[in-house]
């Protein structure tokens, strides 16, 4: 079992920054593929970006491509999300989850551990 616990959200200007954390519980963290997602109100769940266990694959959503970097220190069982030149259009609930194995996933499906999620709200 995993236990995820974010923090970092909150309210910034258009343009600005944030880096979200995302604690986990557990002593096989390495073992995980680790993952951001965010919903905006009246819209599905979507992808964010992935990292795996310690290979270092990762991927982005083409939409944060290049603003966010995902990233994880293994021996602190955590997960960041830096999020750089933010927009309105990233306002939404951010998501840390979690899944056994080595591959990244982009299907919400694929994932079986979800913390509680962290407001981010960007002002324009």
């Known amino acids: 079992q995993v236990q995820l616990v974010e923090s970092g959200g909150g309210l910034v200007q258009t343009g600005g920054s944030l880096r979200l954390s995302c604690a986990a519980s557990?002593?096989?963290?390495?073992?995980?593929?680790m993952a951001w997602f965010r919903q905006a109100p009246g819209k599905e769940r979507e992808f964010v970006a992935a990292?795996?266990?310690?290979?270092?694959?990762?991927d982005y959503a083409d939409s944060v491509k290049g603003r966010f970097t995902i990233s994880r220190d293994n021996a602190k069982n955590t997960v960041y999300l830096q999020m750089n030149s933010l927009k309105p259009e990233d306002t939404a609930v951010y998501y840390c989850?979690?899944?056994?194995?080595?591959?990244?996933?982009?299907?919400?499906?694929?994932?079986?551990?979800w913390g509680q999620g962290t407001q981010v709200t960007i002002s324009s």
């Open positions: 990292i795996s266990g310690s290979d270092g694959n990762i």
């Open positions: 557990g002593r096989t963290f390495s073992s995980y593929v």
């Open positions: 989850a979690a899944r056994r194995g080595w591959l990244t996933e982009r299907r919400v499906r694929s994932y079986g551990y």
